[in-house]
């Protein structure tokens, strides 16, 4: 199975990886980067599906039908330590954004109804946590947690510093069985600084039907249709990630690998 996406040069609406349900092979997740460059206008209409608009670098204006939110984001790097530009948009919405500076932008996507309205998400909201202790020890920044309303989509960035592990211990959420474990596709979007490296990813289910172990560049995006999937930065290269969630329940319930559980007992 490949589970590894990569790059491409800009097609005329800028984009440079697409992830569609039909492409991955599952149901809900959907997932873009589109790089434009200053000025350049993108469209587009969110029929029968939410989307999450993410200003990662550079600052644009966004409109959602009448709604304008302009000059968002502003980051120079995704690794820079402030949140980035973000609206919601629910089913049915005509969204456009112009890029005001060279400008790279996400757009999350997930099945839903057309109900509630278009808002910004504001960084103050995006709250942050530190995980894990030495070298398990990595940054997130929640975006669209299930704090925050949407249908189904739920969207996070991490930085894992060189050196580094994340998503570990080894977790996975792809039973649906609520209170003990969600359901929940993933993408997870990677970008290195320097941009020269690389990372590992594995993707792995208890039976081992699935066992894929892939080697990130910058710009790849990883699938995740199912099972544990922990990802490695070596030393000398920090590794940042966008994670794209959904699945039947919104509710992001994960269970350990067995077999690595010890590594959160106290020492």
Same mark, same amino acid.
């Given at each position: 199975?490949? $589970? +590894?996406?990569? =790059?491409?040069?800009?097609?005329?609406?800028?984009?440079?990886?697409?992830?569609?349900?039909?492409?991955?092979?599952?149901?809900?997740?959907?997932?873009?980067?589109?790089?434009?460059?200053?000025?350049?206008? %993108?469209?587009?209409?969110?029929?029968?599906?939410?989307? #999450?608009?993410?200003? $990662?670098?550079?600052?644009?204006?966004?409109?959602?039908?009448?709604?304008?939110?302009?000059?968002?984001?502003?980051?120079?790097?995704?690794?820079?330590?402030?949140?980035?530009?973000?609206?919601?948009? =629910?089913?049915?919405?005509?969204?456009?954004?112009?890029?005001?500076?060279?400008?790279?932008?996400?757009? #999350?996507?997930?099945?839903?109804?057309?109900?509630?309205?278009?808002?910004?998400?504001?960084?103050?909201?995006?709250?942050?946590?530190? +995980?894990?202790?030495?070298?398990?020890?990595?940054?997130?920044?929640?975006?669209?947690?299930?704090?925050?309303?949407?249908?189904?989509?739920?969207?996070?960035?991490?930085?894992?510093?060189?050196?580094?592990?994340? %998503?570990? =211990?080894?977790?996975?959420?792809?039973?649906?069985? =609520?209170?003990?474990?969600?359901?929940?596709?993933?993408?997870?979007?990677?970008?290195?600084?320097?941009?020269?490296?690389?990372?590992?990813?594995?993707?792995?289910?208890?039976?081992?039907?699935?066992?894929?172990?892939?080697?990130?560049?910058?710009?790849?995006?990883? $699938?995740?249709? +199912?099972?544990?999937?922990?990802?490695?930065?070596?030393?000398?290269?920090?590794?940042?990630?966008?994670?794209?969630?959904?699945?039947?329940? +919104?509710?992001?319930?994960?269970?350990?690998?067995?077999?690595?559980?010890?590594?959160?007992?106290?020492?």
């Amino acid at each position: 199975m490949n $589970l +590894r996406v990569r =790059p491409t040069a800009p097609d005329a609406d800028g984009r440079v990886v697409a992830v569609t349900p039909e492409s991955a092979g599952w149901k809900y997740v959907g997932f873009e980067v589109r790089r434009l460059a200053a000025g350049q206008q %993108s469209m587009l209409t969110s029929a029968g599906k939410e989307f #999450c608009v993410l200003v $990662l670098t550079g600052t644009a204006d966004i409109t959602v039908d009448d709604l304008a939110f302009p000059k968002l984001g502003g980051r120079k790097s995704v690794f820079d330590d402030a949140p980035p530009g973000a609206v919601y948009a =629910p089913a049915g919405s005509r969204i456009r954004v112009q890029a005001d500076s060279d400008a790279e932008i996400a757009l #999350c996507s997930a099945p839903a109804a057309a109900a509630g309205g278009a808002r910004a998400v504001s960084g103050e909201r995006m709250t942050q946590e530190v +995980r894990g202790q030495g070298t398990n020890r990595r940054f997130v920044r929640n975006i669209l947690p299930e704090t925050e309303p949407a249908e189904r989509l739920l969207v996070v960035e991490v930085i894992t510093p060189g050196g580094h592990w994340s %998503s570990y =211990p080894p977790h996975k959420h792809d039973t649906d069985a =609520p209170p003990a474990e969600t359901q929940l596709e993933e993408t997870y979007y990677h970008r290195l600084n320097p941009p020269q490296g690389f990372a590992v990813q594995r993707v792995y289910t208890d039976d081992r039907s699935l066992d894929e172990t892939v080697c990130v560049e910058d710009g790849d995006v990883v $699938l995740v249709p +199912r099972g544990y999937h922990p990802v490695g930065a070596p030393h000398g290269y920090d590794l940042y990630y966008l994670n794209v969630m959904a699945g039947p329940v +919104r509710r992001w319930i994960y269970r350990d690998d067995p077999a690595h559980v010890w590594l959160k007992r106290p020492r």
